[in-house]
């Protein structure tokens, strides 16, 4: 499983979040655009933050 992140700016971070606030990934990019592979981790649902261009972006998604 994979989800995709795209921005206008260029994304510098990330992180995955579990409901209970425990980073699951996270890293750096340099990118308008980042698949992130998703199959290790169990199915829930997550946040993803994604700094870019000094603001926080944070959607969620579910992990089926």
Do not use: C, H, W
Not at 41 to 58: F, T
């Amino acid at each position: 499983s994979q989800i995709t992140l795209t921005s206008m700016n260029t994304i510098e971070r990330y992180e995955v979040i579990d409901v209970t606030g425990k980073r699951i990934m996270n890293g750096t990019a340099n990118a308008t655009q980042l698949t992130l592979d998703v199959t290790s981790i169990p199915s829930g649902l997550y946040m993803v933050n994604v700094i870019s261009n000094n603001q926080r972006i944070a959607k969620s998604f579910v992990k089926e």
